[in-house]
């Protein structure tokens, strides 16, 4: 590295399978990377990546039992921004998206933008790509609604019953500590009263979990809502809850469409009907 060379950073997404969902641009940033820092807990991930850069240094030390995920989203990214402000060409490598529910990477970026440096992010498969898949569910088909499932309980939102549903990190319901250990069937209790108003506990939903490894099956767990207090929930489980009411249409909307289709139609036909000036002459 010469004097004058600069300092960035990537954040790649090596996918939610190992070594199959990596695409080769973000392989490509590893392997020519001076530093890779690797965000995922998986030792077999970190050995894989070790293959392919043998600069690769683990965050997930810092990490606490009684530590708060803030300080050490805070603590990642000052360890990232310190490199890069080193001149080194830095990557850091996620689970699935970069930029799907990894606060440390979107902050990674604008510190080191702010600081002058270059910063970019390149997409990755995500645990959302993989579930539209393994489930078999279209979100176009009806709409879909996203919600990290803590802030979904700790905000007023409106829920459209008529679209499907998904709830991330249920495994964390209720957890106001911002620490790394699963909440308990209390707060999942308030999360289903809160479902209830919207939602029969009758109806059927999914615990989706996407496969991390080759000869691994996905978790595609049905169940009667109501069946979640008793069901095993994991960090990284996902509550999938397809629409229960169907689609109710906007018939006034349809109606003041269908005018502007007409005039539009009309105008098309006026248009049709209008003779050029230069054949006018012809006529003539």
Same mark, same amino acid.
């Given at each position: 590295?010469?004097?004058?060379?600069?300092?960035?950073?990537?954040?790649?997404?090596?996918?939610?399978?190992?070594?199959?969902?990596?695409?080769?641009?973000?392989?490509?940033?590893?392997?020519?990377?001076?530093?890779?820092?690797?965000?995922?807990?998986?030792?077999?991930?970190?050995?894989?990546?070790?293959?392919?850069?043998?600069?690769?240094?683990?965050?997930?030390?810092?990490?606490?039992?009684?530590?708060s995920?803030?300080?050490t989203?805070?603590?990642?990214?000052q360890?990232?921004?310190?490199?890069v402000?080193?001149?080194?060409?830095?990557?850091a490598?996620?689970?699935?998206?970069?930029?799907?529910?990894?606060?440390?990477?979107?902050?990674a970026i604008?510190?080191?933008?702010?600081?002058?440096?270059?910063?970019?992010?390149?997409?990755?498969?995500?645990?959302?790509?993989?579930?539209?898949?393994?489930?078999?569910?279209?979100?176009?088909?009806?709409? +879909?609604?996203? !919600? @990290?499932?803590?802030?979904?309980? &700790?905000? #007023?939102? %409106?829920?459209?019953?008529?679209?499907?549903?998904? $709830?991330?990190?249920?495994?964390?319901?209720?957890d106001?500590?911002?620490?790394?250990?699963?909440?308990?069937?209390?707060?999942?209790?308030?999360?289903?009263?809160?479902?209830?108003e919207d939602?029969?506990?009758?109806?059927? +939903?999914w615990? !989706? @979990?996407?496969a991390?490894?080759? &000869?691994? #099956?996905? %978790?595609?767990?049905?169940?009667?809502?109501?069946? $979640?207090?008793?069901a095993?929930?994991?960090?990284?489980?996902?509550?999938?809850?397809?629409?229960?009411?169907?689609?109710?249409?906007?018939?006034?909307?349809?109606?003041?469409?269908?005018?502007?289709?007409?005039?539009?139609?009309?105008?098309?036909?006026?248009?049709?009907?209008?003779?050029?000036?230069?054949? %006018?002459?012809?006529?003539?």
């Amino acid at each position: 590295m010469t004097a004058t060379t600069k300092g960035s950073l990537t954040c790649v997404g090596v996918g939610m399978m190992l070594g199959a969902h990596i695409c080769p641009i973000s392989r490509s940033h590893i392997e020519n990377a001076d530093i890779v820092f690797s965000a995922m807990s998986d030792g077999f991930v970190e050995k894989w990546l070790e293959q392919l850069n043998p600069n690769v240094h683990s965050l997930q030390s810092l990490y606490g039992k009684d530590k708060s995920r803030h300080k050490t989203y805070k603590e990642m990214v000052q360890t990232i921004v310190t490199a890069v402000q080193q001149n080194k060409k830095v990557v850091a490598a996620f689970y699935g998206h970069p930029g799907v529910f990894v606060k440390p990477a979107h902050q990674a970026i604008e510190q080191t933008r702010a600081l002058g440096f270059d910063a970019t992010m390149v997409p990755g498969i995500s645990a959302e790509a993989c579930l539209y898949a393994d489930l078999g569910m279209d979100p176009g088909k009806q709409g +879909c609604q996203h !919600y @990290e499932t803590s802030q979904f309980m &700790l905000y #007023q939102r %409106r829920i459209d019953p008529s679209a499907m549903l998904v $709830l991330w990190q249920i495994g964390l319901a209720g957890d106001l500590s911002m620490g790394i250990g699963t909440t308990g069937v209390a707060e999942r209790r308030l999360l289903l009263e809160l479902l209830a108003e919207d939602y029969s506990l009758e109806h059927n +939903c999914w615990l !989706y @979990e996407a496969a991390t490894m080759p &000869l691994m #099956q996905p %978790r595609m767990e049905q169940l009667p809502l109501k069946a $979640l207090l008793q069901a095993e929930i994991n960090q990284h489980t996902t509550l999938v809850i397809p629409p229960e009411k169907s689609l109710v249409p906007n018939i006034q909307m349809r109606q003041r469409l269908k005018i502007l289709q007409q005039q539009a139609t009309n105008i098309s036909k006026q248009d049709n009907n209008v003779i050029p000036f230069n054949k %006018r002459e012809k006529i003539q």
